[in-house]
């Protein structure tokens, strides 16, 4: 989850996708659940989201970041449930970004509760492969930033 994070503080696309499972890195594939608000109101877009989306969103929003801004991710543990091969962390999270945009889809503050579930490779290695994201009150989730971006 460091990992995540530093990637989204350093405007680190590649780094950040590295985080995402594959099967040239996992047995299993990156999948995104996005809260179940976002996908009524965008109807089709987080039927497959994966990891080829997930580029795409982080293109489109590196267009908005400028070079200067910041962007703070924060986590607050709530479960972790540890198995020989996988982790599941729920963690309640805040992502905070400084977009240059002036549409109502330009959110600054993303908040909600994501479960990571995280497999583990032969290397020792941990990816994301499963990302659920839920609202927690009425502020936007990261689900509604990756819909405005990655259309």
Known sequence: MANLRNAIAEKNTANYIRCLADTSNSTKSFRFIADP??????????????????????????????????????????????????????QEYQLTVHLKCATDECYHTLVGQAEFRLVRTREDLWYIHRWSDIATGDQPTWSALKAAFGK
């Open 37 to 90: 608000i976002v996908v009524n109101n965008n109807p089709g877009l987080f039927d497959k989201w994966d990891k080829d989306n997930e580029f795409i969103y982080l293109n489109q929003l590196m267009l908005y970041l400028p070079k200067d801004s910041t962007s703070v991710l924060t986590f607050t543990s709530y479960r972790e449930d540890t198995f020989q091969d996988s982790v599941i962390l729920i």
